[in-house]
């Protein structure tokens, strides 16, 4: 309500925050969540809560009158078209030189994503989180975080002989005759469900292509783990459409919120404050280092430090499809939930997941979505005169991405006589370049932060998401950003909240 006080304000229902909710309620400590998508707990008009990826509607993108699909085009048709103005689920943010994808509801990315959920190998840890102990972060947290997540592997057999996966088991074939590791990756998808949609049992989700506008069905969202966790303790208390627009030092001591409730239009429908005498900053990589380069520089935080929006990456992500041979089909039916990679990070710099592409039609196509080692990063600085937040990422810097991705699709095209796909991404276009789905950094580490995420600054204020990770996470990011808020989480309550 307008004009609260609670103990802590979280801003942000995705990875970083839903461990600080959880963690905090578990402690004793009431907590307040802000979040300004919607809560996804309604279903439209055709029954669903969610509509299906080859369906874009007014549910699937926040605040555009246009859909701005990932794969914008295929066999030359271009894919877009016109939706109501609405808070959809997935944004498609545009700074000039990069489209940065987003969940948006309660649940954040975990709404969105393909539930991959991947451990870096322990090797590349030191160039993840440079400053934080690997045999911490190996031995309690990335366990801790897995387990709160309920990331499960697909059971191998059933994985070798079910239709919705020949597409992994072809981009296997393909990864082994040229010579590169092949991994599975664990999910967070419900593998039992899974089993049940092949059979018919149970209405399909990921075997229906659910994935990018939401899973109706069996992926494991934040809100059926850590946040049903969080809000079972009685403790937790969720705003949906509520955007924090202002924190500032209150005069008697704590942060003056400002938030905006929203409207299912974007519209601006009332103005609260709440005071908070802690507030955790876990609005994403791109959320949180927007909201904290603007107050540093309009003054409301004025003691943040320097490096506040600085180290943003994009993870390396480049996306390209293949084109097969004919006796090399991809399945008509493809689970949107992928199951494995192409590991070659040590030799040239990339790591593949072999993607879905469920489009219900036989398409002959591998597509993959590339991590990829890069040394680009890029920085969020206030535009006054525009009154907005800029990135300064530039297109050209993912030449060293695509680079590093053809050192496994160049060798794998060469091997078994085939050809990049040209229609995925615009006519003519091989790589999906314009794009990033884990945006990471901002606020980095030991550097916008203290050890544990800390601001410098301003003693309360706390970031905890994708944003104190500087840039690139060698595989998909989540399981990463969960560990580490759990790490920070456990010093902070026992540091800064048990008195
Ligand atoms: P988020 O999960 O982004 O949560 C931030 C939340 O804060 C959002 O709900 C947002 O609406 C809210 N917010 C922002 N600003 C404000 C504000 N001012 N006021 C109130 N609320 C605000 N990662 C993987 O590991 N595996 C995958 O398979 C995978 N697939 C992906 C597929 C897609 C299409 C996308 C887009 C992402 C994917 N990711 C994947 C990335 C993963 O989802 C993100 O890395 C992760 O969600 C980031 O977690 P976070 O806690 O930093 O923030």
Redesign the pocket.
Known sequence: ADGAAVPVLV????????VAALRLAEAGIDVHM????QSWDTPGPDGNVFANTTKPDYRSFWLRTRTKQ?LSSFLGFPLDKDVPLHTGI??AEDFAGITV??????????????????TPRRENFPSVLPTVDADEMYGVYYPRANAGLGVAEVDPDWWESTACYQYARVGRKHAQRSGFPFVFVP?VYDWAYMKQEATGAVPKSALAGE??YGNNHGKKT?RKTYLARAQATGRVTVSPL????DVRPADGGGYTVT?DRLTTTGTVAATKTVTAARVFF???????S??LTRLRATGALPRLNSEIGRGWGDNGNVMCGRANHMWDATGKLQSAM?TAGIDNWSAGGAFA?VAPLPTGIETYASFYLSITRTPHRADFSWNAAANRVDLDWQRSWKQTSIDAAKTIFDKINAKEGTIYRTDLFGANKIWGDHLT????GGAVLDKATDHYGRLHGHSGLYV????LIPGC?T???????TAL?ERNIERIIAADLRT
Do not use: C, W
């Open positions: 801003v942000g229902t995705g990875y970083g925050g839903s802000a979040e300004m998508g990932p997935l944004d994808y987003q969940g948006r509801g309660v649940g954040g990315g975990s709404l969105v994503n393909g539930g991959m959920a991947v999910n994935v990018l934040l509520h955007r924090v627009t938030l876990a609005a994403g990589s791109v959320g949180t927007k909201l992928p997941e789905y884990h945006p990471l905890i998401d994708g944003a996470a595989v998909n990011p989540f399981v990463t950003i808020a």
